[in-house]
């Protein structure tokens, strides 16, 4: 097997707090500095971005999966990926269909916009995209594995915006292909607070809204290639594929 570096929860200038430096070209320069070979695009409630940076990762020889950070009706964030253009599309639909219909203030929020290769705007997204969405994270869970696509509830560990902090514990019959925690803790840590954690895989990742962000919390993926069908196994432990969360001692 083969082991690939991987930051999966990436958010570009599309999202209101994504810094204005993180363009499509400049995350991609610096994943390439960061040694990033997987890179999850998941700017919030929104998955406009992903094309372009897939075609520019390319170039860096980084696959990506592209996807977004879904805020749903419980206020619980949850990142969605998917294999290609076409179930991508189909996902952005269902978000511009029940995303809250609130306009985004700038100076309040940040702006939402979208570039090209060049850094130009080419679009500005009026609608907020942190709002959430009228969906309950069953009928997220339900959309997104109806697309064929990956549901990893995000950040479990954080305070606020997790599927713990809102719910406190895992819904029944909830299916997720992972989930992810941030440096506050470890998957050891959490399944020893919430033992029905443990039949799961773990995912960390940087949740980058600024460059100097990327890469500083990544999973190891040891698997054939990079595949989305290669990551699906992964994250399912199947056929000898693995994940796990990098931590600070085992980056070398």
């Not at 400049?26 to 960061?34: D, H, M, P, S, T």
């Not at 399912?236 to 070398?252: C, I, K, P, Q």
Request: charged share 25%; net charge negative.
């Amino acid at each position: 097997m083969n082991r690939y570096r991987a930051d999966l929860h990436v958010h570009t200038v599309l999202s209101p707090c994504g810094d204005l430096e993180m363009s499509p070209s400049n995350i991609v320069k610096r994943a390439a500095l960061k040694g990033i070979d997987i890179l999850g695009v998941t700017d919030h409630n929104s998955t406009k971005h992903g094309a372009l940076i897939r075609k520019l990762a390319e170039k860096e020889g980084i696959f990506v999966l592209c996807g977004a950070e879904v805020t749903t009706r419980e206020e619980i964030h949850c990142l969605a990926f998917f294999e290609n253009d076409d179930t991508l599309e189909k996902f952005q639909q269902y978000l511009d269909t029940y995303l809250a219909d609130v306009w985004n203030n700038p100076s309040r929020f940040g702006y939402q916009v979208v570039v090209d290769e060049n850094d130009m705007i080419v679009e500005e997204v009026n609608r907020l995209l942190i709002a959430a969405i009228d969906q309950s994270i069953d009928e997220v869970e339900e959309e997104v594995h109806a697309l064929g696509g990956l549901f990893i509830p995000a950040h479990i560990d954080r305070p606020s915006h997790s599927l713990i902090s809102q719910l406190g514990f895992m819904p029944p019959g909830l299916k997720v292909d992972a989930l992810e925690v941030t440096g506050r803790t470890t998957p050891e840590d959490m399944v020893s607070q919430f033992p029905e954690l443990a039949p799961y895989s773990f995912i960390g990742s940087s949740d980058a809204h600024f460059p100097e962000q990327l890469g500083t919390r990544m999973t190891v993926f040891e698997m054939e290639t990079r595949s989305f069908a290669e990551i699906k196994k992964a994250l399912h432990r199947e056929d000898g594929r693995r994940v796990s969360v990098l931590t600070d001692r085992s980056r070398a």
